[in-house]
Nanobody, 125 residues
Framework: EFRFVESGGGVVQPGGSLRLSCVAS????????MSWVRQHPGKGPEWTSS????????YYQDFAEGRFTISRDNTKNTLYLQMNDLKPEDTALYYC??????????????????RGQGTQVTVSS
């Protein structure tokens, strides 16, 4: 059974930073690509970033490129998302998910049942 527990969200001012974590269990974490996905109220699950199983290939949605950094520690079964220069439009529920979308391009959505419950990020002055 795929289980994920996210943490690290909170309220931050524009321009601030947050580091999200996702601890995985129930499967061999190091064998799977992983993703971060975010969801605004009333909108679809917006693919944000992905990383391959070894952690040496990363992919970003346009809005995340240059501001967000995805990483993983396979010895700790943990996925990370470092978010810098946060903007009000980054306010969303962020969750980790197993796998990645087939097409990782602008506007891609990623809907999967193998995901966590998420951690809320609010960017507000």
């Amino acid at each position: 059974e795929f289980r994920f527990v996210e943490s690290g969200g909170g309220v931050v001012q524009p321009g601030g930073s947050l580091r999200l974590s996702c601890v995985a269990s129930g499967f061999t974490f190091g064998n799977y690509d992983m993703s971060w996905v975010r969801q605004h109220p009333g909108k679809g699950p917006e693919w944000t970033s992905s990383i391959n199983s070894r952690g040496d290939d990363t992919y970003y949605q346009d809005f995340a490129e240059g501001r967000f950094t995805i990483s993983r520690d396979n010895t700790k079964n943990t996925l990370y998302l470092q978010m810098n220069d946060l903007k009000p439009e980054d306010t969303a529920l962020y969750y980790c998910a197993e796998g990645r979308p087939k097409y990782m391009d602008s506007g891609a959505l990623y809907d999967t049942s193998r995901r966590g419950q998420g951690t809320q990020v609010t960017v507000s002055s």
